[in-house]
């Protein structure tokens, strides 16, 4: 309850914008999918590495794409956008530490580690911030970065690291990550690029970004090899060079889609789609009742050589199913808010485990607000579907959060007003006019104060 009653005194002092949102209208049509925020900022990190501008495309207009530009601008990056094209020109960095107060609103930020560290032999990076779904420690980073001869230090919040002695270069090594962490493995990995030698990182994360990354680098003039399993090798080189480099589609941005189309039982296409990536996504789709159909398109080409696709989303009627979030290719931590919103609305029960971060329930309080039969117990959500959901104020919690307070918005009697609309520009580009465009009747506006 505290945090709609909170909603009056922040309102007070400053108007937030809230969007409103009047369901039970159908959907229907194209939507393209934006490049995936996930991949795009562990990109923009890795362009540190290479002395020379680099262009990534399909990079989407978000506020933590724009926070981490103010990061890479610190160290003396120079940057130029124009549309979804960043050209980077890392030609000089300036061995400074990156501004606090983006740091602490950016998880993604800490990527710049590696990259600075394997370049310039010295880095200064405050502890990162972000959502607060649960405790996500940097050990795994550090363990792996001092494996590789670092000397690394925690001091007033900032984490120091510099090569031991005389070397100039880190040192490959065989590292073993207790859990496949997505950033650990992506520090690692960029870190491993420019260092003597070959590193190992065994138990990597195996989700597509890593996969993103390792062609980026690739393309770069790195030698990786084993991205995509949970054995990554890094033949260490002594440069890389400028490259121009398409971003692949945001795979839960995707599935966000994929859920408001079976939950206002309407049948839409996504366009710009690797498959593959949504597999389990898609397979609970299809459990819960609808169909899911892949077709092809004159699209683009993303890294590695990857064809885009269409998927074509066909509802029908909707039964309650059990979800565990894994590390990929299990099913994504990231849509299991979204699914939590399907679910409520669904035939029978349903038994959603979360499992890999511990506070990612906390949407579950808000869905009740809208008349969702929902019980949590540790890290798992008990639920009951029921007929019909009601319109009601909302607050946000998370970035993926908001997205399922949006979803189930859509499908709800009467009007739903969303609060914390900052989380949801963080990672969702021009959703409300996404939505739009496909019939939903939806509007971002400043309450009277």
């Known amino acids: 309850m505290n945090s709609i009653s909170n909603l009056t005194k922040t309102s007070v002092e400053k108007p937030q914008a809230v969007l409103e949102i009047w369901g039970r209208t159908s959907l229907k049509g194209k939507v393209q999918i934006s490049g995936a925020k996930n991949s795009a900022l562990v990109l923009m990190a890795g362009t540190i590495m290479c002395p020379g501008k680099c262009i990534l495309r399909n990079v989407p207009n978000l506020v933590d794409i724009k926070r981490m530009g103010q990061i890479l601008t610190s160290l003396g990056v120079k940057l130029k956008q124009d549309g979804d094209v960043l050209e980077i020109d890392a030609q000089e960095i300036i061995p400074a530490e990156a501004p606090y107060d983006v740091v602490s609103q950016l998880r993604a930020s800490f990527f710049v580690i590696g990259p600075l560290l394997t370049r310039l032999g010295t880095a200064r990076v405050p502890l ?59 520090t690692i990995l960029m870190a491993a690029t420019l260092a003597e030698g070959i590193t190992k990182i065994e138990n990597a994360a195996q989700e597509p970004e890593i996969v993103d990354l390792a062609n980026f680098c690739n393309q770069m003039g790195a030698k990786i090899s084993g991205a995509g399993t949970n054995t990554i090798t890094i033949q260490g080189v002594t440069e890389l060079y400028p490259l121009d480099y398409n971003v692949i589609p945001d795979r839960i941005e995707a599935g966000t889609f994929l859920v408001a189309g079976a939950i206002t039982h309407s049948e839409i296409t996504l366009t710009s789609i690797i498959p593959e990536h949504l597999a389990p996504v898609i397979a609970k789709l299809k459990e819960i009742g609808c169909q899911v159909l892949v077709e092809d398109e004159i699209g ?89 959901i009601s319109g009601a104020p909302v607050m946000a919690t998370d970035l993926r959060a908001s997205a399922a307070l949006v979803i189930a918005g859509l499908a709800a009697e009467g009007k ?14 021009n959703l409300e006019d996404k939505l739009r465009s496909l019939g939903a009747k939806l509007e971002r506006v400043i309450p009277a104060s």
Not at 143 to 153: D, E, I, K, T, Y
Not at 167 to 186: C, F, M, N, W
């Open 128 to 186: 990162p911030g972000g959502c607060a779904i649960g405790a996500r420690p940097v050990d795994l980073h550090v363990r792996g970065l001092q494996s590789m001869g670092a000397n690394v230090s925690i001091e007033d919040g900032v984490v120091h690291a510099n090569l031991v002695g005389s070397k100039r270069r880190l040192q490959g090594a065989s590292i073993y990550l207790d859990y496949p962490s997505v950033g650990a493995t992506e």
């Open 300 to 388: 683009k080409t993303f890294g590695g050589n990857i064809k885009s696709k269409c998927l074509r989303l066909i509802p029908g009627e909707l039964h309650g199913t059990d979800i565990e979030t894994l590390p990929y290719p299990g099913f994504p931590t990231d849509m299991q808010a979204q699914f939590t919103a399907l679910l409520s609305i669904s035939k029978g029960n349903s038994v959603i485990s979360e499992t890999v971060f511990e506070n990612r329930l906390r949407h579950v309080a808000e869905l009740q607000r809208m008349g969702t039969n929902i019980r949590v117990k540790g890290h798992h959500a008990i639920v009951q579907g029921v007929s019909f």
């Open 416 to 429: 739903t007003t969303v609060h914390g609309l900052h989380h949801l520009d963080r990672g969702y580009e």
